[in-house]
């Protein structure tokens, strides 16, 4: 039975999760090609890597861009930044190479299929390509619009998907020489998109989740919340997870198809991407630190790498009827007295 959690919101509370960084807060994107060097990326250049599978990090600042996104074939590790440019590095501690797209726009997502050939999708409809690891670029973005583009993801060299606002997305199968624009039945912003050999889950604002299995339909699911699920990764169409607003991680594995299978996040805080390597290993991260959670299990249970810490604080009421679909909130006693935090409608 799914009990309702909801009206009011009688208090906040301040969440922080410290650790020995000195950077400022957020995350915004990782990746890991091997499951032992792992890559996290953020504003202002802020790099995290790590070579011992998440347990240890070390932090780097190689340029002032905010990076946005990351992805790794192999040995080779992409970024993608604010302002047309693509930086290249080695999944093991190098500098990074800038290449510039031949535009000034943000890049919200990267791919590669393999170490040649990669996609990229930013803001105003452009789509990019690239047949030579990262070193030159093309526009190909034949058939989408001029909203914004936030995720894209391919199953090969040939077929993919890329999202965008106000519900848009478009399908090729021709490696992008082409893009058929799909029905979503939906309005808001799409953000992120996972292609598999045997469907395509999409993720955006609200806590949409769009499915589309082998040559059906897409269909919606029923997620009962309606936080921003930002992050999409798995190894399969039914073992897929996905994290968003408030720190919530599901997944529909065991045939849970309305993914209401949780996982606990142990720091409680927004997470925007999450990225698993194989059906055990996975890795998320937050925007609002620097902090960067793994699982060995799939998801049973989370971790956080050694020297991290959370700390609750009272911070002050809030008038009862707000709303604050993105946040996190508890029961805390505090001098005797119990205070309910509640927001929004949710689900558990």
Known sequence: MNHKISQFIFGIFLLAVFSSSAFAQGLNSITTPDGVNVIAVGNQGKIF??????????SY??????????????????????????????????????????????I???????????????DSGKIY??????????????GVG??????????DEQKGIVVGDNGMMYLTNDGGATWTMQTSGVTRNLLKAKYYAEGIVVVGEYGIILGKEGTGSWQSVITRTDSDIRGVSGVSFNNTHVCGGGGFIRNNSNGRSNYFNFEINPMLANLVDIFYYDANNGF????????????????TSWDMPAGATVAFNWVAKTPSGK??????????RQTGILHMLFTATKYM
């Open 146 to 155: 001029t909203e914004d583009l936030n995720g894209i993801n391919f199953l």
């Open 129 to 142: 390509k690239s047949v030579n690891g990262g070193s030159n670029w093309t526009s190909t973005a034949s």
């Open 323 to 332: 709303r604050n679909r993105e946040t996190t909130f508890a029961c805390i």
């Open 284 to 299: 998320a991260v937050s925007s609002l630190n620097n902090v960067i959670i793994r699982t060995t299990n799939g998801g």
């Open 49 to 58: 890597r790590s070579t011992n599978s998440g347990a240890t990090w070390a």
């Open 61 to 106: 600042t190689n340029t002032s861009d905010n990076l946005n996104t990351v992805t790794s074939f192999l040995n080779d590790v992409w970024i993608g930044g604010s302002a047309g440019t693509i930086y290249k590095t080695a999944k093991s501690i190098s500098p990074l190479t800038s290449i510039s797209v031949g535009e000034n726009f943000k």
């Open 108 to 122: 919200n997502s990267v791919h590669f299929v393999n170490s040649t050939v990669g996609y990229l999708c930013g």
